[in-house]
């Protein structure tokens, strides 16, 4: 039988993961991508759990991200004035799944588009439709058919929202701010270290090497939109290297954090990868590590049978159980930080590593 035709909409951590997954098994896609070949990936760092790292390496770039990224050992857990809570050996506990990681979004991105050679991307081409018949409309109007349409498109998917329906993405009561600072004149900030406020309110710093760190704040927040005022005063008595690295977030990216409710990410001749499928509060940080482990499974899917049903129906049965359980885990997690302060001080302080065991255990396994 003909290779199936096959189009990647969004050239994301996902939509990459999945072109690079398919040319490895002599599956070449189309990919297209709204935004315009020069712009940078939206965003600032990225945490990179072990089982995302395990999942870029089993599509070949591990060297690469290795080369860019810095190890992240230990993860620690202060309370807003600096005082410990909890501390993990991470790379202890992921044990031989690998490292755990972290890098820019822009360094990821740019390592996945080199992996599937800039040529095959086509940028400033968004998909508006795809249709009940599986036809796909673009923005310039034009039409086309495939044998398979994989929406890598993100939260706010055209392809879900075209094809799929269902419920918008809710509102999760949390925003956040993120961005990179300089920490070279910053003493003592290494690995991952999160304090944690009242309210809600999280300051996460994750070491990126080269003098860089990743900064991540979030607070409870009725409505999706930013704050009046400047966002920084609400962190302004967190201590440590804090106030500091807040000096430097002016142009912060602001989001308001969203899960999507939709389990179904397969239809005849279409599937939903990565956030389009399933977007969910980055409390574990496994977004991107379940966006690539799609990629990995769809690609596997396909390379298996020449059958695109039985490829997607294989698909949605090994990813289905998985996300549900990251997904639920953020829900205890999420319930947990929310707990009265010296509550959650002191569960987070007997039970703190035994909860993130827990958490992750089931991730151990290949997806
Ligand atoms: C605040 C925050 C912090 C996070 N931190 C982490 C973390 O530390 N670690 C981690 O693993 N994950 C993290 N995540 C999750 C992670 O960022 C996402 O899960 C991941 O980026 C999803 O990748 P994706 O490729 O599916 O979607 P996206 O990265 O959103 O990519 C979608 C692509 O599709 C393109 N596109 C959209 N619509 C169209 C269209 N109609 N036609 C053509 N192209 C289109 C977009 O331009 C974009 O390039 C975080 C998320 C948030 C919100």
Same mark, same amino acid.
């Given at each position: 039988?003909?290779?199936?035709?096959?189009?990647?909409?969004?050239?994301?951590?996902?939509?990459?993961?999945?072109?690079?997954?398919?040319?490895?098994?002599?599956?070449?896609?189309?990919?297209?991508?709204?935004?315009?070949?020069?712009?940078?990936?939206?965003?600032?760092?990225?945490?990179?759990?072990?089982?995302?790292?395990?999942?870029?390496?089993?599509?070949?770039?591990?060297?690469?991200?290795?080369?860019?990224?810095?190890?992240?050992?230990?993860?620690?857990?202060?309370?807003?004035?600096?005082?410990?809570?909890?501390?993990?050996?991470?790379?202890?506990?992921?044990?031989?799944?690998?490292?755990?990681?972290?890098?820019?979004?822009?360094?990821?991105?740019?390592?996945?588009?080199?992996?599937?050679?800039?040529?095959?991307?086509?940028?400033?081409?968004?998909?508006?439709?795809?249709?009940?018949?599986?036809?796909?409309?673009?923005?310039?109007?034009?039409?086309?058919?495939?044998?398979?349409?994989?929406? !890598?498109?993100?939260?706010?998917?055209?392809?879900?929202?075209?094809? %799929?329906? #269902? &419920?918008? @993405? /809710?509102? $999760?009561? *949390?925003?956040?701010?993120?961005?990179?600072?300089?920490?070279?004149?910053?003493?003592?900030?290494?690995?991952?270290?999160?304090?944690?406020?009242?309210?809600?309110?999280?300051?996460?710093?994750?070491?990126?090497?080269?003098?860089?760190?990743?900064?991540?704040?979030?607070?409870?927040?009725?409505?999706?939109? !930013?704050?009046?005022?400047?966002?920084?005063?609400?962190?302004?008595? %967190?201590? #440590? &290297?804090? @106030? /500091?690295? $807040?000096? *430097?977030?002016?142009?912060?990216?602001?989001?308001?954090?969203?899960?999507?409710?939709?389990?179904?990410?397969?239809?005849?001749?279409?599937?939903?990868?990565?956030?389009?499928?399933?977007?969910?509060?980055?409390?574990?940080?496994?977004?991107?590590?379940?966006?690539?482990?799609?990629?990995?499974?769809?690609?596997?899917?396909?390379?298996?049978?020449?059958?695109?049903?039985?490829?997607?129906?294989?698909?949605?049965? /090994?990813?289905?159980?998985?996300?549900?359980?990251?997904?639920?885990?953020?829900?205890?997690?999420?319930?947990?930080?929310?707990?009265?302060?010296?509550?959650?001080?002191?569960?987070?302080?007997?039970?703190?590593?035994?909860?993130?065991?827990?958490?992750?255990?089931?991730?151990?396994?290949?997806?």
């Amino acid at each position: 039988m003909s290779r199936p035709r096959i189009l990647i909409v969004g050239a994301g951590i996902s939509g990459l993961a999945l072109a690079k997954a398919l040319l490895d098994r002599g599956l070449p896609a189309d990919v297209v991508e709204r935004r315009s070949h020069d712009s940078q990936a939206l965003g600032a760092g990225l945490y990179l759990p072990a089982n995302a790292v395990r999942a870029l390496r089993s599509i070949g770039v591990g060297d690469e991200i290795a080369e860019l990224a810095a190890p992240v050992g230990r993860q620690r857990l202060l309370d807003h004035r600096g005082r410990r809570l909890a501390a993990f050996d991470v790379a202890r506990i992921w044990g031989e799944v690998g490292p755990c990681l972290a890098i820019t979004r822009g360094e990821l991105h740019q390592v996945l588009r080199n992996a599937v050679y800039d040529a095959t991307v086509r940028h400033d081409t968004a998909v508006t439709e795809v249709g009940q018949d599986g036809k796909v409309t673009f923005a310039d109007g034009a039409t086309r058919a495939y044998d398979l349409v994989v929406g !890598a498109d993100g939260i706010n998917s055209a392809v879900r929202r075209t094809h %799929f329906g #269902g &419920p918008e @993405p /809710r509102f $999760l009561g *949390q925003v956040c701010w993120r961005f990179i600072a300089d920490d070279t004149t910053i003493p003592g900030i290494t690995d991952w270290t999160a304090r944690l406020g009242d309210r809600g309110r999280t300051f996460l710093t994750v070491q990126l090497g080269d003098g860089r760190v990743y900064c991540y704040a979030d607070v409870n927040s009725a409505s999706p939109t !930013a704050p009046e005022g400047d966002w920084r005063t609400l962190f302004a008595d %967190f201590a #440590g &290297p804090v @106030p /500091r690295l $807040l000096e *430097q977030g002016e142009q912060a990216h602001f989001a308001a954090l969203r899960e999507s409710g939709n389990t179904v990410w397969t239809r005849p001749g279409v599937a939903l990868i990565g956030d389009a499928a399933h977007t969910f509060s980055p409390s574990m940080a496994q977004g991107g590590a379940m966006a690539i482990e799609d990629a990995v499974v769809l690609a596997d899917s396909l390379g298996t049978t020449a059958d695109v049903s039985a490829a997607l129906a294989a698909f949605q049965i /090994r990813r289905g159980e998985r996300v549900a359980w990251v997904v639920s885990q953020n829900h205890r997690r999420d319930k947990a930080r929310n707990l009265p302060t010296f509550l959650r001080d002191f569960t987070l302080r007997r039970a703190g590593e035994r909860m993130f065991k827990a958490n992750h255990a089931p991730l151990h396994t290949l997806p």
